[in-house]
């Protein structure tokens, strides 16, 4: 009988017909029985079941089944506490709260017990299911720690099988999400040089975990991303980024902008590892939200200095950013493609000079007005081009921002309002090309920045040329020639 419902539990489409058959409270006398392999099927459809939705998770939890299986997982045979281990992770997946009425009915005790039985896939099961429960809140990560589970991940995850390795890794990983704190106790534990070791390991799944769990502590603050930097992690991880696997390379990304994001000396040490042109290679070839870490680092470290921002450029850094921008149809990429243009640009008129020349104010400019562009996007490309305009010097590249609505234009006409006083060429250039026209085509309200701007551009030309390409120029002319009496 057990194992029909342990089999039919393995199809969705049983599922409706087995609760309404009231198979709960079957399977519940059945944990007790005296045949080990009964009691290990019950436990393993009670898993099958509950892993399938929360509501039936919660009937685990109403038919008082939590205690049974804790009593068990310390009594019983291998096989049975795996069973058992799986019933308290398919329940704790759901939520918080179904997560705490596996830790209130005593089970982190017996679970941590099961990490240091002999067999490795007790230990994975167990491992398993507190990763489970630490992962949902800050105070359930905390409950794990305190149960004494982190020194016991440790050492699981020196254990030569590569499942539970992953697994370990994975927990810790979920511990370390929640707070420094616990990032700290993870640390303390040594597990960090550990995990490094592990970077280069063949096995992706596990790479991926690593990278995901270094990237987890370094988050949190200087100290702890030191901690990983420390524990000789460059160049290694670079390599991650080509990885054939799409999550280790993502999650290699992930770790290398959490460490980013801190110091310009953390910083710095990523750009002198060659961190620049690798990440610039990965946003180069990834696509969607695999990109978002990669953009974000290089955002993070031009940020920091001039150097820095320069060895971005040099890095050809500017075109995929540009590309996220343009191509990338989710508003949340593009929203942080330019945030980093901005970055980069915001240094010094060199700097604003190369985004200007790589065509992206223009970019910019075109994802700000446009009408489907989320609030966020249409500020974050708005403050990138204020801060980049207000660097750049190179006029002929600011001419097509001309165009532009007000509140950048003003902008725009300050930057030719500083160079045009002190450049004849510039002076030249700036009527031939049409912008002394376009210009005065600008209607400004007296009084406004934008006004004594476009006054100080027209106090350098003799009143005669402004005239002419005034806007009604023309019609002042007829009006002239109407009124003009020859024979007078």
């Known amino acids: ?144 720690v305190d ?14 099988e590569l499942s539970l390795k992953r697994i370990s890794a994975s927990a810790l990983s979920d511990i370390c999400k929640h707070s420094p704190e616990l990032a700290q106790v993870v640390v303390d534990a040594g597990a960090v040089s550990l995990l490094a070791k592990d970077i280069s390991h063949n096995d992706a799944q596990l790479k991926r975990q690593v990278c995901s769990c270094l990237s987890q502590i370094a988050k949190h603050s200087v100290d702890l991303a030191e901690v990983v930097v420390e524990a000789e992690i460059f160049p290694r991880i670079l390599h991650c980024l080509k990885d054939i696997d799409e999550f280790v390379r993502k999650n290699a990304a992930t770790c290398i902008r959490e460490i980013a994001r801190h110091t310009p000396d953390l910083a710095k040490l990523i750009v002198n590892a060659g961190g620049v042109a690798a990440m610039v290679d990965y946003i180069t070839e990834a696509r969607g939200n695999n990109r978002l870490p990669g953009i974000m680092t290089l955002g993070y470290i031009a940020a920091f200095s001039e150097t820095l921002a320069l060895a971005v450029v040099v890095s050809k850094g500017i075109p995929p950013l540009k590309d996220a921008l343009i191509n990338e149809p989710e508003d949340h990429l593009k929203a942080a493609s330019a945030w980093s243009l901005g970055q980069i640009g915001r240094h010094s008129p060199d700097h604003a000079r190369a985004l200007a020349e790589a065509d992206v104010l223009r970019r910019l400019l075109a994802v700000y007005l446009h009408q489907d562009s989320s609030e966020d996007l249409q500020t974050k490309a708005k403050r990138a081009l204020k801060c980049v305009i207000q660097k750049c010097t190179n006029l002929p590249a600011l001419e097509p921002l001309l165009e532009a609505p007000p509140n950048i234009l003003k902008y725009v006409v300050q930057q030719f309002a500083k160079v045009l006083p002190n450049d004849l060429n510039a002076r030249r250039n700036f009527v031939q090309s049409g912008g002394l026209q376009k210009i005065q085509e600008v209607s400004a309200e007296v009084g406004s920045k934008l006004h004594d701007y476009v006054q100080e551009i027209n106090t350098l030309y003799p009143p005669e040329i402004v005239q002419y390409y005034s806007p009604n120029y023309a019609e002042t002319l007829i009006k002239k020639m109407d009124e003009f009496n020859p024979t007078g």
Not at 45 to 55: F, K, P, T
Not at 76 to 100: C, D, E, M
């Open 1 to 144: 009988f057990v194992q029909t419902v342990a089999d039919l539990a393995t199809r969705p489409a049983n599922i409706d017909a087995l609760q309404n058959a009231g198979v709960m409270a079957l399977l519940r006398p059945l944990l007790l029985d005296n045949v080990a392999s009964i009691q290990q099927s019950a436990a393993l459809a009670l898993g099958r079941l509950a892993n399938y939705s929360d509501e039936l998770a919660e009937s685990v939890v109403k038919h008082e089944i939590l205690p049974q299986l804790v009593y068990s997982l310390s009594q019983q045979n291998r096989f049975y506490k795996k069973a058992a281990a799986f019933v308290l992770r398919a329940v704790s997946k759901h939520s918080p709260h179904l997560a705490q009425a596996v830790v209130d009915s005593g089970a982190l005790e017996a679970l941590v017990a099961c990490l240091e039985e002999f067999d490795p896939s007790v230990k994975e099961s167990a491992a398993w299911a507190l990763g489970y429960i630490a992962r949902h809140t800050k105070e359930l990560a905390n409950t794990v």
């Open 147 to 160: 149960a004494g589970a982190v020194p016991l991940l440790v050492l699981c995850f020196q254990e030569p």
